[in-house]
């Protein structure tokens, strides 16, 4: 009992800590001081890509009800369109910066926690 009490409050106290529209801004933040020669242009029009993605995030989090495979897909589609959006908008040298920087993230996204 008290294991799975223990537990479920674990469960609780991560996704408390877990703040997507904090997790996006930090993404953002960090593409914008590693892309340092965006354009005034560049940066206004990547601001809204991350403000659109954020949004569609919130929603696909707070429809799929705790259905995790569910949540997992459907942000893997809106994050391939933010990466189309942004490539799009990129240089192919500010790109390759940007693709660099993602994979870090996703290495990081699926690095096993201490009890995996």
């Given at each position: ?5 223990c537990s479920s409050s ?5 996704q408390r800590q877990f ?92 690095r096993p926690g201490p009890?995996?």
């Amino acid at each position: 009992m008290i294991i799975g009490l223990c537990s479920s409050s674990l469960l609780v106290l991560s996704q408390r800590q877990f703040d997507p529209k904090k997790r996006i801004e930090r993404e953002k933040e960090q593409v914008q001081a590693n892309i340092t020669d965006l354009t005034e242009d560049q940066k206004i029009v990547l601001n809204q890509i991350y403000e659109d993605y954020s949004k569609e995030f919130i929603d696909i989090r707070s429809k799929s009800n705790g259905d995790f495979q569910i949540m997992r897909s459907n942000i893997q589609v809106i994050r391939e369109k933010k990466d189309s959006m942004v490539k799009d908008l990129l240089t192919a040298t500010q790109y390759s910066t940007y693709d660099s920087l993602m994979k870090v993230r996703q290495k990081r996204r699926q690095r096993p926690g201490p009890n995996k």
